[in-house]
């Protein structure tokens, strides 16, 4: 699963990049300073694998990642390939959520594309630009589901329909994720690839006296994207970076206690992204190795066990599940086992965030 970093050129995106990875990715003063995305693999923080590491003690522990692109500063006219449009929107469609970065802090010596601190204008510009991307596909595929429509194909009629809802919605200068799409409808908009239909976190970009309760520009994007299926973060991007440059774990804590902040913004932020790239975890467990899996929100039995391998989903006969509060107050599986807390599950069971589960299968 791939977050995309987005936002205008000198924004920060780069700079919160080299934060979540740690790969160094150049950060420099002037526009287009990232040409190709750089992509890391980030680790997702979470204080259970820490835990059942105590308890368990492995040889190694995995925890769950996420990729994340950093990807080159979008300009007005990118829908048009102004700049490098056309390549920086075929990286945003290759993305699953959207990472957007705006910028929250005054700085004369940080150049910005537009000379003035607006992160409203900054959202709209990359808004229109998405939403003109998007329109331009749409219709396209209206051209040809219109023709097949008139002649009274039923398929087409209704994915007609639906086109114009999308279409109309472009129109008014709003993103596709506003639409609450039925399932049947899903089946007509995920092959568009639509941009402006993929879940959005905003990164407000602040200065450090600003890190904990944020400002009057964060205040102003919170009252833009009410109406939007969006979240929303604080974060002291350039405060977060030299913290990170510090070796010393204990430093790093008491620079962020100095600034107000329980742990670094750079971990909130995965965690969040996480969740909304419809993520969840579940967890083996074993002397050889304690790791977290990555499924979706929703998924079965049968394909959790998929993610291990696909010999586990198609020879799937039960999974042996143990709550993870149950395994931390009981100390082990098998005291678990004696107070009859592990349960038999099988073919129709949904996986719960921080299941330990142990497959039985037969291929």
């Known amino acids: 699963m791939k977050a995309g970093i987005v936002g205008l050129p000198n924004v920060g995106k780069?700079?919160?990049?080299?934060?979540?990875?740690?790969?160094?990715?150049?950060?420099?003063?002037?526009?287009?300073?990232?040409?190709?995305?750089?992509?890391?693999?980030?680790?997702?923080?979470?204080?259970?694998?820490e835990r059942l590491e105590e308890i368990v003690n492995p040889e190694r522990v995995q925890p769950a990642t996420v990729e994340i692109v950093d990807i080159a500063g979008l300009v007005r006219g990118a829908?048009?390939?102004?700049?490098?449009?056309?390549?920086?929107?075929?990286?945003?469609r290759e993305t699953d959520a959207i990472i957007h970065v705006l910028r929250c802090f005054d700085n004369d010596n940080i150049i910005h594309v537009d000379t003035t601190i607006d992160p409203i204008r900054?959202?709209?510009?990359?808004?229109?630009?998405?939403?003109?991307?998007?329109?331009?596909?749409?219709?396209?595929?209206?051209?040809?589901?219109?023709?097949?429509?008139?002649t009274g194909d039923k398929a087409a009629q209704s994915e007609l329909a639906v086109l114009l809802k999308i279409e109309e919605t472009l129109l008014k200068g709003e993103s596709a994720r506003i639409i609450k799409f039925s399932e049947k409808e899903e089946e007509f908009v995920n092959p568009l690839q639509l941009i402006t239909t993929k879940p959005v976190l905003y990164v407000c970009n602040v200065d450090e006296n600003s890190a904990v309760s944020g400002n009057a520009y964060v205040e102003r994007v919170k009252e833009a994207i009410?109406?939007?299926?969006?979240?929303?973060?604080?974060?002291?991007?350039?405060?977060?970076?030299?913290?990170?440059?510090?070796?010393?774990?204990?430093?790093?804590?008491?620079?962020?206690?100095?600034?107000?902040?329980?742990?670094?913004?750079?971990?909130?932020?995965?965690?969040?992204?996480?969740?909304?790239?419809?993520?969840?975890t579940y967890f083996t467990a074993g002397v050889k190795e304690v790791r977290a899996w990555t499924i979706n929100i929703g998924?079965?039995?049968?394909q959790a066990a998929g993610v291990i391998h696909t010999d586990f989903e198609k020879g799937f006969i039960r999974a042996e599940v143990i709550k993870y509060n149950d395994f931390i107050a009981l100390g082990s599986e098998a005291k678990v086992k004696e107070a009859g807390k592990l349960a038999v599950e099988g073919k129709e069971y949904i996986v719960q965030d921080g299941d330990m589960m142990n497959f039985r299968f037969n291929v």
């Open 226 to 280: 009410a109406g939007e299926d969006a979240e929303i973060i604080i974060l002291a991007v350039g405060t977060e970076a030299d913290i990170n440059e510090l070796d010393d774990y204990e430093e790093r804590q008491l620079f962020l206690e100095d600034i107000g902040l329980k742990e670094p913004g750079a971990s909130k932020l995965i965690r969040t992204a996480y969740t909304l790239l419809n993520l969840q």
């Open 79 to 92: 829908s048009k390939g102004e700049g490098l449009g056309n390549q920086f929107l075929a990286n945003i």
């Open 14 to 49: 780069s700079t919160l990049f080299n934060c979540l990875s740690n790969a160094k990715a150049q950060s420099a003063n002037f526009p287009f300073c990232t040409i190709e995305p750089n992509i890391g693999v980030v680790n997702v923080p979470d204080e259970r694998l």
């Open 122 to 150: 900054d959202k709209e510009t990359i808004d229109i630009e998405l939403q003109l991307k998007d329109l331009e596909t749409v219709e396209k595929r209206l051209e040809r589901v219109k023709r097949s429509a008139k």
């Open 299 to 302: 998924d079965t039995a049968p």
